[in-house]
């Protein structure tokens, strides 16, 4: 009779075969963008804050904005070709050394050097690379092409710098899942202190005697 009434009030219970759909969103690796968002936020703070630095350099001994805005031109250009180049050398060596892991490991096992592993393109690292620094290094151009008087040009200068240097903390912190907080604050103090030294060497050197 036991068995009868087991049968007659079978319950059918389902189980998951696994967590993976259920915890696909929680346990996805946002270590897997670091390279990519590594580059990118290097590549756009560097320009940032080097052409926006070498602006105020420029400013701290001299008020023309002509020379600002070529100073700072000069300087996206050969900080683009800069990263550019160094992210393709780089790149480069990177992809040299996992073929020849790969030769080691195909002629230990005794198979093909043929993998479905994704290869870094320098090529393509370069490019992003170059664009990244010469979005990051536009801004400060930007906000100094227009504006005449001399006092205002560096605060805006200063300012959109300031706002940026927000703005790329947070899109990392956001894109890596760490802390705003921390990140936009990193960021914006090292910009800060980056043009204020260049500042304020620049003033030093010019009031010694030496103009451009």
Wanted: glycine share 10%; hydrophobic share 50%; charged share 15%.
């Amino acid at each position: 009779p036991l068995f009868f009434m087991a049968s007659a009030n079978q319950v059918q219970i389902t189980i998951p075969k696994d967590n993976a759909d259920r915890n696909e969103v929680d346990e996805f690796d946002y270590s897997q963008r670091s390279q990519w968002l590594r580059a990118a936020i290097l590549g756009a703070n560097d320009g940032l804050v080097s052409i926006a630095s070498l602006m105020m350099g420029v400013g701290a001994v001299k008020d023309d904005v002509k020379a600002m805005i070529l100073t700072g031109f000069a300087g996206l250009c050969a900080g683009a070709c800069s990263m550019a180049i160094g992210e393709f050398v780089s790149v480069y060596s990177q992809l040299d050394i996992e073929r020849a892991q790969m030769k080691r490991v195909a002629g230990i096992n005794g198979t093909s050097e043929e993998s479905g592993k994704n290869m870094p393109n320098p090529f393509q690292a370069a490019f992003a690379s170059a664009i990244a620094f010469s979005l990051g290094a536009v801004v400060p151009l930007l906000a100094a092409a227009f504006v005449t008087e001399y006092e205002v040009r560096l605060a805006v200068v200063v300012a959109a710098t300031t706002l940026m240097l927000v703005v790329f903390g947070w899109v990392g912190a956001v894109l890596g899942k760490t802390r705003v907080g921390r990140s936009c604050g990193r960021v914006l103090v090292g910009g800060w202190m980056a043009m204020a030294i260049t500042f304020g060497l620049t003033r030093l050197l010019g009031a010694s005697g030496l103009e451009m």
